[in-house]
């Protein structure tokens, strides 16, 4: 797989760890590059310590953004990913990158959709009201977080949590979800999957 990010990259650190635990045999899948929209972060760094390729392709440096996917698409297609996976990549990618990639690419999102989708997820559920939420590993399609849905998890909202605008919520969604795409990632890759509608099958469903 080649993974996508934007920031700490702890989710990709949970997949770095999930193959080095289980070697590709044992989970199923290993990681061929990452890739990124910034440089700088930690997300990079974690795979420049593993030793993985990666590259990046910030949207300022093309002059459109139809570009800038085209460019992000030729890089991820150079290591022929079976997989890609946006974990913390904060831009959406482009009719390009979905036409090359589209039913093998999945997204991690902190809170249940189709309740609030976006860049703001924690925040905005926090600021809903709600009394639960959680994170949300899904299939991309051509909407905002609209895709097939494969897990999810749940994490409850607690009074405290409104004190510190969602760090600690966040913080306790990250932890359910971490383990919520590792195991995602390795059954999809171990077991193979089919999506039908909006339903994903997995082997064993
Ligand atoms: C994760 O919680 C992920 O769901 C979220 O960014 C965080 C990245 O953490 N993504 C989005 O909000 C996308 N809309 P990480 O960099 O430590 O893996």
């Known amino acids: 797989m080649v993974v996508l990010v934007s920031g700490s990259g702890t989710n990709?650190?949970?997949l770095l760890d999930a193959v080095e635990a289980g070697g590709v045999e044992?989970?199923?899948a290993r990681i061929v590059a990452v890739g990124a929209d910034r440089a700088g972060i930690e997300g990079l760094?974690?795979?420049e310590r593993a030793g993985i390729p990666t590259f990046v392709r910030r949207v300022p440096e093309y002059a459109s953004r139809a570009e800038w996917d085209l460019a992000l698409t030729e890089a991820t297609a150079a290591y022929e990913p079976d997989l890609v996976v946006s974990a913390g990549f904060m831009k959406i990618v482009g009719q390009e990158f979905l036409a090359r990639f589209g039913g093998r690419l999945i997204?991690?999102?902190?809170?249940?959709l189709p309740s609030f989708p976006g860049?703001?997820?924690?925040?905005?559920?926090?600021a809903y009201g709600a009394k639960v939420t959680g994170c949300t590993v899904h299939f991309v399609d051509e909407g905002v977080d609209t895709g097939p849905v494969i897990a999810q998890g749940?994490?409850?909202?607690?009074?405290?949590?409104?004190?510190d605008g969602g760090a600690a919520l966040h913080e306790r969604i990250k932890e359910v979800e971490?383990?919520?795409?590792?195991d995602v990632v390795g059954r999809l890759s171990r077991d193979g999957y089919r999506?039908?509608?909006?339903k994903v099958r997995l082997r064993d469903e």
């Open 178 to 182: 971490r383990r919520l795409l590792v």
């Open 107 to 112: 997204n991690t999102h902190p809170a249940l």
């Open 195 to 198: 999506i039908e509608g909006r």
């Open 119 to 126: 860049a703001h997820g924690v925040r905005d559920a926090l």
């Open 26 to 28: 044992g989970y199923g």
């Open 12 to 14: 990709l650190q949970a």
């Open 154 to 163: 749940v994490v409850e909202i607690l009074d405290e949590d409104h004190n």
């Open 45 to 47: 760094a974690r795979a």
